[in-house]
C-alpha cells in the first residue's frame, strides 16, 4: 500500500505540471472594476469555506474601497432560507443543494436559486467538500469501475430519481441491474460466487452527492450497506467511535469481499491501513478511468470531484443587481481564482467552467 500510495503522489506531481501548463494556455477573464462609483453594501450569508470567502471578500474591496460586506459565515444549512427571505443577495453552499432546498426556495419566490460553481472542492483537507473515494480490499484483483457499476453495487431497483425537485422517471431501472457478487465485474475463481459487501456514509451531504452522481438522484441503497458517520464531529457522540468512517476504513481492511467510499481526509489518519486501495473510476463504460489526484481533481476529470457554490436570487428574464454581478464576476476573475489556489484548499475552476458559470450571471 505504501507502494500504491507513492504512484498516486508522483502521478498526481506530474499531472499537475500538465494542469498548470493548461492553464496557461487558457487564461482565465481578468477582473475589471466597473465604471463610476461602486458602493453600498453586499451581504453575503453562508459556508466561510475555510476562510477562502473572507480571502474573497478582502480582494474585493481593495478594488472597490466604497463596498461595504456584511459578511454572516451561519453555515450552508441557512444560507438558502436567508437567501429567499432576501436577507442576503449572497448564498455561500459548501455542499450540493438539496431537495428541501430547492423546495423551500421555489415556494416562496416561485422559480429556482441559480447555483454558480465557485470553486473545486478539496483533496485531502477535512471538512472541505472533499471527493469521494472508492476502496477495495488490497487482494482484491479489482483496478477500475464505471460510475453505472457502482450504482448497480450501491443501488438498487427504483422507479426514478431527483433532478433537483423534479422527478424523473426516466433514471428508474431494474433489479437486474444489480451487481450483488463479485463474478458479475468480471472476477472469477475464488471471488466469482462471493458476495459484494457495501459500506459508507449515513445519510448527509457525502451520501448525497454520491446519491446525485451514482444512484441518478435515487435514496434507495443496497440492503446490506453498512452506513457509518464522520469522526470529529457533533453527530457522533463520545464513546460511539465504532460508527466512525474511521472503524469503517479499518473494518474494510479486514473484509476481503468489501467495497467502501470515503475520501483522502479520512484514510490520511490512518497511516496504519495498508490492507485497502483506492479504485480508478470512469463516467463512460469505455473509460477513460481516472484515479483520484491532486491534478485529476484540479482539472475535474476525476469522476466524484466535488464543487462549492453561490447560490443567487435571479428572477427569470430581469438582470442581476450589478453589486451582486459585479462581485461575482470578480469571484470567477482571473484574481479570484488565484485567490483560490493560493488559499490551498480547494481547487481553481478550469477556463471552461469558469466560462460556463458567466453564462449564468447574465
Same mark, same amino acid.
Given at each position: ?33 466597473? +465604471? ?12 466561510? /469555506?475555510?476562510? @477562502? %470567502? ?18 454572516? &459565515? ?21 455542499? *450540493?443543494?438539496?431537495? $428541501? ?11 429556482? +436559486?441559480? *447555483? ?15 471527493? /469521494? ?13 464505471? @460510475? ?36 458479475? @465485474? ?8 462471493? #458476495? ?12 448525497? =452527492?454520491?446519491?446525485? *452522481? %451514482? ?22 457522540? +463520545? ?28 484514510? $490520511? ?19 477513460? =478511468? ?12 476525476? &469522476? @466524484? ?9 435571479? #428572477? ?5 443587481? +450589478?453589486?451582486?454581478?459585479? =462581485? ?9 481564482? #488565484? ?24
Amino acid at each position: 500500500m505504501r507502494f500504491h500510495r507513492l504512484l498516486l503522489l508522483v502521478a498526481s506531481l506530474w499531472l499537475s505540471a500538465q494542469a498548470i501548463a493548461a492553464a496557461a494556455a487558457d487564461p482565465l477573464p481578468a477582473y475589471e472594476r466597473p +465604471p463610476g462609483v461602486n458602493k453600498g453594501v453586499l451581504r453575503v450569508f453562508g459556508a466561510s /469555506l475555510k476562510g @477562502l %470567502v473572507k480571502a474573497w471578500e478582502e480582494g474585493y474591496m481593495r478594488h472597490n474601497p466604497d463596498v461595504r460586506i456584511a459578511d454572516n &459565515p451561519g453555515g450552508s444549512d441557512a444560507a438558502i432560507g436567508v437567501l429567499q427571505h432576501g436577507t442576503a443577495e449572497v448564498a455561500v453552499m459548501g455542499r *450540493e443543494l438539496e431537495l $428541501n432546498d430547492y423546495l423551500g426556495f421555489f415556494e416562496n419566490k416561485g422559480y429556482n +436559486p441559480t *447555483e454558480i460553481m465557485i470553486a473545486s472542492g478539496t483533496y485531502d483537507t477535512p471538512g472541505a467538500s472533499w471527493a /469521494l473515494v472508492v476502496f477495495v480490499h488490497k487482494d482484491n484483483p479489482l483496478a477500475q469501475l464505471t @460510475l453505472q457499476q457502482l450504482d448497480g453495487i450501491f443501488g438498487a431497483e427504483r422507479t426514478g430519481g431527483y433532478e433537483g425537485y423534479l422527478w424523473k422517471s426516466e433514471h428508474a431501472r431494474s433489479a437486474q441491474e444489480n451487481i450483488r457478487t463479485w463474478g458479475q @465485474l468480471g472476477l472469477t475463481g475464488e471471488w466469482a460466487d462471493r #458476495e459484494i459487501q457495501t459500506y459508507g456514509y449515513a445519510q448527509g451531504g457525502m451520501a448525497h =452527492f454520491f446519491e446525485i *452522481e %451514482v444512484l441518478k438522484g435515487s435514496n434507495k441503497w443496497n440492503g446490506n450497506y453498512r452506513q457509518y458517520v464522520e469522526n470529529g464531529t457533533k453527530i457522533l457522540a +463520545p464513546g460511539r467511535e465504532a460508527s466512525g468512517v474511521l472503524a469503517m476504513l479499518a473494518e474494510l481492511e479486514k473484509d476481503r469481499c468489501g467495497i467502501g467510499w470515503a475520501g483522502m481526509p479520512q484514510w $490520511n489518519q490512518l497511516p496504519h491501513i495498508k490492507g485497502i486501495k483506492a479504485v480508478a473510476l470512469s463516467r463512460a463504460p469505455g473509460g477513460p =478511468f481516472i484515479a483520484p489526484s491532486r491534478a485529476t481533481l484540479a482539472d475535474r476529470s476525476y &469522476p @466524484l470531484t466535488r464543487s462549492v457554490y453561490i447560490c443567487l436570487d435571479k #428572477e427569470p428574464g430581469r438582470p442581476l443587481s +450589478p453589486k451582486v454581478k459585479d =462581485f461575482m464576476k470578480y469571484v470567477l476573475s482571473e484574481e479570484g481564482q #488565484e485567490i483560490v489556489r493560493q488559499h490551498g484548499v480547494y481547487f481553481p475552476l478550469p477556463a471552461a467552467f469558469v466560462r460556463e458559470q458567466l453564462k449564468k450571471l447574465e
